[in-house]
């Protein structure tokens, strides 16, 4: 099995009023892989990370690129949510 690793975040933080968005983050996987445009929200039962999506000819919204299980949803979300708290504090 292959392990991937978040080697870097590259955060954007958003200050915009009544916008739920906080920040827009870019990861590097194992030196090799960049994925962008996964946004930070602020939810009802606070933050969480979306992935990059795009709009169907439906109206709806798929993601582009997605943790497959919960072990990986875990790593993003851990990581990225670490770096916006270090850059907000």
């Known amino acids: ?3 991937l690793k978040i080697t ?3 955060l954007k933080i958003i200050e915009k009023e009544n916008s739920r968005m906080r920040a827009i983050a870019s990861i590097v996987l194992d030196d090799m892989f960049v994925i962008h445009d996964i946004r930070v929200i602020e939810g009802d039962k606070g ?3 979306a992935m ?3 709009k169907t000819p ?3 919204y ?3 690129a997605h ?3 919960a072990e990986g949803r875990k790593m993003f979300e851990e990581t990225i949510l670490s770096e916006y ?3 907000v504090d």
């Open 47 to 49: 933050l969480f990370v």
């Open 85 to 87: 708290n270090k850059q």
């Open 8 to 10: 870097s975040v590259n």
């Open 1 to 3: 099995m292959i392990i």
């Open 67 to 69: 943790p497959i299980n």
């Open 58 to 60: 439906s109206g709806d």
């Open 62 to 64: 798929r993601d582009i």
């Open 52 to 54: 990059p999506s795009k």
